[in-house]
């Protein structure tokens, strides 16, 4: 268990970087423009689930190997943003399709899980972010470092979660106010996967290491 002292730090800290709209904020909002509350708050939890592995590979010292090699980090950063253009465009083409009544019933939840699942799990910075800043509040003198770490990374996890699920039921509740015009609900649609799109470029196009 970390330091009990260290952890109003911890959470301050995490707040500030989790509302900070960022790669996953605005996949989340996208997917919610793009498909309406259910989709964004399913793809929250993909997301979180996603994010999952770095937690343990950070917590058991694999996190560090990922981030300090370049092929690694360039690998993952490249499949996810090909898969965020491919979200994005896939939102495009059918967002003629959001307006039929029975489109929300379409997609299924563990389709929409395992988008967000991919995204997260494809993320390169989640490591480098977790390696980066747990051991910041970790004493090793506390306990097993390897425990610390998990447990930090999965208090995060939670506020994250906690976060990104206001956000993606805001923009739901933006978009259900939007559908009331055909029209207006189709552009604004296109809008989620436009910013996924560009999401996914600028993924692709930020450096190898942060």
């Known amino acids: 268990m970390p330091p009990l002292a260290t952890l109003p730090a911890f959470v301050l800290a995490s707040l500030v970087l989790i509302v900070i709209p960022g790669p996953g904020v605005l996949f989340v909002i996208g997917r919610s423009i793009a498909l309406g509350r259910r989709a964004g708050v399913l793809s929250v939890v993909g997301n979180a689930i996603g994010n999952v592995p770095a ?19 360039t690998v993952l950063k490249i499949v996810g943003a090909i898969y965020l253009v491919w979200l994005g465009i896939q939102a495009i083409r059918h967002r003629h399709a959001h307006l039929a009544a029975t489109q929300p019933a379409a997609r299924s939840k563990w389709t929409l899980l395992r988008q967000g699942f991919v995204v ?59 559908a009331r015009s055909p029209k207006r609900l189709s552009a604004l649609s296109g809008t989620g996967g436009v910013m996924m799109i560009g999401l996914g470029g600028a993924l692709a196009l930020t450096g190898a290491k942060s």
Do not use: E, M, Y
Request: hydrophobic content about 65%.
């Open 120 to 178: 997260g799990v494809t993320n390169p910075k989640t490591i480098a972010f977790f390696v980066a800043v747990l051991p910041q509040f970790v004493d090793p003198h506390a306990g097993a470092v390897w425990s610390q770490l998990l447990v930090l990374g999965l208090i995060f996890q939670v506020l994250a979660l906690l976060c990104d699920s206001t956000w993606a039921l805001a923009a739901g509740t933006a978009r259900t106010w939007f």
């Open 55 to 73: 937690i343990l590979a950070t917590a058991f010292g694999v996190g560090a190997i990922v981030a300090s090699s370049i092929v690694a980090f």
